[in-house]
């Protein structure tokens, strides 16, 4: 059964609220969203009943769709599915972890709050869990997940999906037009190709436009870090009008003004997936977990059409990120084991051999485990792209980021709890940008005075 019901949702959290654990907290975290709606899917039966915050990705509703397998395993444990977006499932998790709301069992979040978030003593240790599991094995995930899920050796989350970004591009355009893609293409040469495409009347590239620190901060962050840039120097001092940042933003800005998808100010990876997927576009930068969606023949009219590409470069050094959606047990929640029961369900082993049989392998959540590319259907449909996968996640390198040293850690963000509020507010600068409605040096200008103020206490 599902059902649909008004919530409380939206904006970001500032470092008081992040932080706060008070009921003053609470009502500050609270005062700031915004309303909107999220989905409900509800299971049936009587016992044990988690509710489950989710991102409302494919790969998630895939297993919303299999929950009822889990519910025939476990008879006594029914989930409750809160589905949102990226942006609001994130502002309403963080909302509810950060003032011990207690509202959800189980939480999706990533490698950006689970350090800080363990720290803080909001989550629950999953290490007891896993070891008293047969079979789980917790040292077939990628070690980079696992290093920035864990706190003093220990994991308080688990990765359901890992990620890096690479370059995905039609081979078969590439070839009529005679073009030669790199194994590790430059930015420059992403623009040439670009051109080249978009003069033949279609999209030569998709790139996030949409505000959002998860949004079109991930790859903007990326060639950022690859121009030389940095958001602060050792001493927290903001970095953002800097001539590398200024560079790397402006060939950001131009190359999507110039050659990609339409509305760009408001599209985000959802958007550039289907424009992709469609046949719309020659090349995307973005997530490789995109494979999941542009490899299913059921969905993706370029299914098996599509090659892939390093992250590019500027200065030749790997830049793709690093990123997980991962699931977590808040400290409040009631139902400890049946919430572990139903996250070990979600991350085994055979919860991913599942989802290729029932849903077809294309569907397998990537870059988590490195089983899952040993499975024989999922290592010949992923030979195209699975070994950059893990090529692209193990070349990370999120304790140093960039060129020059720095104080922060993290490649696509800055793992500290201002990140949530400042990436939101740069991003949407440059969101601004991008639709004409500033120029870059202003967008830059903005956003250093963002930065500076969150340094100014770093430095005090």
């Known amino acids: 059964m599902t059902r649909r019901r008004d ?3 939206g904006g970001t959290i500032s470092r008081r609220a992040f932080l706060a654990g008070s009921a003053g907290g609470a009502a ?20 044990t009943r988690i509710t489950v915050a989710i991102v409302s990705n494919s790969q998630m509703e895939d297993a919303i769709s299999l929950s009822y397998l889990f519910e025939q395993e476990h008879p006594g444990i029914h989930p409750d599915f809160v589905s949102l977006p990226e942006n ?23 490698n950006y709050e689970t350090p800080m978030w363990s ?8 290490q007891p869990y896993i070891n008293a599991t047969p079979g789980y094995d917790a040292q077939d995930f990628l070690p980079q997940l696992r290093a920035t899920l864990s706190h003093q050796g220990d994991l308080y989350s688990v990765p359901f999906y890992g990620e890096s970004s690479f370059l995905m591009y039609r081979k078969d355009l ?3 037009y005679g073009i030669t893609m790199p194994d590790k293409p430059t930015w420059k040469q992403v623009d040439q190709i670009a051109e080249t495409i978009h003069s033949k009347g279609l999209v030569g590239i998709c790139m996030r436009g949409d505000p959002g620190w998860g949004e079109n901060l991930a790859p903007m962050d990326t060639v950022i870090n690859s121009y030389g840039g940095r958001w602060f120097d050792p001493q927290w001092q903001a970095q953002l009008t800097s001539s590398e940042v200024t560079h790397a933003v402006s060939d950001y800005v131009s190359l999507v003004q110039k050659y990609g998808e339409p509305g ?5 990876f959802s958007e550039c997936a289907t424009l992709y997927s469609q046949g719309d576009a020659a ?20 299914a098996g059409k599509n090659g892939y590409a390093w992250a590019p470069t500027q200065d030749g050094r790997p830049s793709g990120w690093l990123y997980t959606w991962s699931l977590a047990i808040p400290k409040t929640c009631q139902h400890k084991q049946a919430a572990w029961d139903f996250i070990s369900w979600m991350t085994s082993k055979s919860y991913i051999k599942t989802v290729g049989e029932k849903l077809g392998w294309s569907h397998v959540p990537p870059g988590s485990r490195f089983s899952s590319y040993q499975i024989p259907q999922y290592k010949k449909l992923s030979s195209v792209y699975g070994p950059l996968t893990l090529q692209s996640i193990n070349a990370t390198n999120s304790a140093h980021p960039c060129l020059q040293p720095v104080p922060y850690t993290g490649v696509q963000f800055l793992d500290i709890p201002e990140f949530q509020d400042l990436g939101t507010n ?10 004409g409605s500033q120029s870059v040096p202003s967008a830059l200008s903005q956003a250093q005075k963002y930065a500076q103020a969150v340094g100014q206490t770093y430095r005090k």
């Open 264 to 268: 760009a100010p408001a599209a985000g």
């Open 88 to 110: 609001e499932a994130r502002a309403k998790i963080t909302a509810d972890v950060s003032t011990q709301g207690g509202e959800f069992d189980v939480v999706m979040i990533s």
């Open 119 to 126: 720290a803080n003593g909001w989550l629950a240790n999953l």
């Open 426 to 435: 740069v991003s949407e600068q440059f969101s601004a940008a991008i639709a």
């Open 28 to 47: 500050l975290a609270l005062a700031g969203c915004a309303t909107g709606t999220d989905q409900l899917f509800s299971g049936g039966g009587s016992g």
């Open 283 to 302: 090349m995307w930068y973005d997530a490789t977990s995109a494979v999941s969606t542009i490899e299913d023949p059921a969905s993706s009219k370029v």
């Open 7 to 9: 919530t409380r949702t």
């Open 174 to 176: 590439m070839a009529k």
